[in-house]
């Protein structure tokens, strides 16, 4: 190989002496070795290719060949070259252009050789490189020919070791070639189950096949394709799972406008989603409520208004009662209320002396703007005996009362105020208290207290809302400890039982069977030590007798003494009963047992359910306590 490319160098060299000769009245090119070398791998060009240019030991340029494959560079005369050519993942040769010693009448010349080709190979991990560590050629001046010459006595003695490692590299090339066809093949099946899972929308494990598949060829598109396209429309997802959390937390909070806005921004995202316009049409028949709720407190209040100013005070008064039967803290209509129902009393009161009552009136005047705002407060309450109600009283009161009431009823709201919000404050903390002693009856009841004051107040309904939880997470801890405690219970009897079929077994002679069984007992209740025990010396019989007899067992029986979370014991279930649901019922002394086999694709899943007489029902999967919505939702 190397003896058939040092021969095309040399034939290059004469041609292209032949050709590049100066011509008289034309510039002279630039005097050095003009170097061409086509770079081949597996026989073809090779693009893309890099060559590493050394000038007297140190590093001198880099030329790359990213469109062609052909190398051409003028090398000056009077320095050592060293030309490594490379490529990603091959090996490197290194040709070695010596132009320190180039006579006097040749330095002006430039000299064009086409070397013919130079083939790279493989850089496998299994083979040792070091021989291309030095020169695969050597090309200096020869004063013997008087020209550039190849240093054929270095190219003889590299060409072995040169081409055992060429060969070397063809066989890792086959043997690849067929690993390669391996994977691909396997490449094809992952791809085309992952085309398959697209498909039927399980994206998540499409996505997990897809990166398998591009693992095991990294150079091949359609796996990231497959990946850019899934994680796409996960990011798709997301995006519309959160729109609709943030409308169903307005929705909560009763924020209707808002959530509404939301939901239609989802439904938008994904037109086929069902839940938002199940949400939309929530929300728009509860503003349709609110409308309609709005629409009789405004025609109730409306009729009131009009009785009131027609004097007419109790059709007034009950259709403010009405109104506020409707919207409780509606502060107007309760005013308006009291007035309508004061304004009827003074209606049933004004044959009093109008004589006296004037006289009081007057006098009360007086001392109102003499200042003595008791004394005008004694005289009109005498007054309001007279002719209670009278609206010249009434204003008159009014504007006593203003002056009076303007000072103290700040002091007084204000009070109120504090009060309020202090005894509310003191009602939590003792309910939270409470609840922190798990005394939750008490500390509800002292949250209705604080309801009375603030209605519908958010730390009453968070406080409520944590007191709820607790008492369901208290109730599904003691529902767990309970079948805990009954699987417990379920699995000494099942040793029990177990330790009574051993010694049956023991009696008939079947050891093999009984040793199964002292160690079942033993394994389901440690406790029990004289089991493992008693499975330690039948084993020791065993093995000094001579004969073993094996006794056959009903599929039930087999099926007790496997372990329930093996995959041999659903393997077996499967084996024995048809693919579905299959219910059996039995009674076990004062427990009814019902067992629900569920089989489906080739494994099969015991479901346990234990009433006992005195009310407790457990449920158990494989022998493990499980709850009931676990229980009905896996057999339907």
Known sequence: MIGKSLNILLVALLV???????????????????????????????????????????????????SSSEFSYLFEYG???LAEFTGEGLASKTLEIDLKSVPEHELKTQHDWRIGELSLFKAHKEMNLAPLSEPVGRIHYSDLDQNF?????????????????????????????????????????????????????????????????????????????????????????????????????????????AARDKYVLATGMKPTASYPKTQLSKIAQVVQQEEEKSNTFNNYLAMAEKAYSEGNYAVASENYTKALGINPDAAMAK????????????????????????????????????????????????????????????????????????????????????????????????????????????????????????????????????????????????????QELEAKKEREEEASRA????????????????????????????????????????????????????????DDNELDKMDKKSDAFVTALAKKYPEGITEEKFKEGNKEITKRYKVENGRGTEYMVVRHSWGGVFYFKNGEPITQNIYELETK
């Not at 630039?30 to 590093?59: C, E, M, Q, T």
């Not at 095991?216 to 997301?238: A, F, H, V």
């Not at 079947?510 to 389901?524: G, P």
């Open 16 to 66: 292209c002496n032949s050709q590049l000769q100066a011509q008289e009245g034309k510039p002279s090119p630039d005097p050095g070795l003009k170097l061409g070398v086509d770079i081949k791998y597996r026989g073809g060009a090779y693009h893309g290719g890099k060559v590493f240019i050394s000038k007297n030991g140190s590093p001198f340029d880099v030329v790359a060949l990213s």
């Open 79 to 81: 320095a050592r070259y």
């Open 149 to 257: 010459a190849i240093d054929y006595k270095y190219a003889a003695s590299r060409r072995f070791e040169l081409e055992k490692l060429e060969n070397h590299a063809q066989e890792l090339d086959k043997a690849e070639k067929v690993e390669l066809k391996s994977k691909e093949k396997e490449f094809d099946s992952v791809m085309k189950e992952a085309k398959n899972l697209y498909a039927q929308k399980n994206y998540e494990l499409a996505l997990s096949k897809y990166v398998a598949a591009s693992a095991m060829l990294p150079d091949r598109t359609e796996p990231k394709e497959g990946i850019t396209e899934i994680n796409s429309i996960l990011q798709e997802e997301k995006k519309y799972n959160d729109v609709v959390l943030a409308a169903d937390a307005l929705f909560n909070k009763q924020e209707w406008v």
């Open 335 to 482: 005013k308006k209320l009291q007035q309508a129902k004061e304004k009827q009393a003074v209606k049933e009161k004004t044959e009093q002396n109008q004589n006296e009552f004037n006289a009081l009136l007057a006098k009360a005047k007086d001392a109102r703007m003499r200042g003595d705002l008791e004394g005008a407060s004694v005289l009109i309450a005498l007054a309001e005996q007279k002719i209670p109600g009278n609206q010249e009283l009434a204003v008159e009161k009014e504007v006593l009362m203003k002056k009076k009431a303007d000072a103290n009823e700040r002091l007084m709201a204000e009070k109120k105020a504090k009060d309020d919000n202090d005894r509310f404050q003191e009602l939590i903390d003792q309910s939270k208290n409470a609840t922190d002693r798990k005394n939750y009856s008490l500390a509800l009841s002292l949250l209705d207290q604080a309801n009375l004051i603030k209605p519908d107040d958010p730390i009453v309904l968070k406080e409520r809302n944590f007191i709820n939880e607790s008492v369901a997470d208290e109730k599904q801890r003691e529902l767990l400890a309970i």
């Open 499 to 554: 330790m009574v079929r051993a010694k049956e077994a023991e009696e008939k002679g079947d050891m093999k069977n009984a040793v199964f069984l002292y160690k079942k007992a033993y394994e389901l209740n440690p406790a029990v030590s004289a089991s493992k025990e008693r499975a330690i010396e039948l084993e020791k019989l065993m093995v000094e007798s001579a004969a073993a007899t094996n006794s056959e067992k009903s």
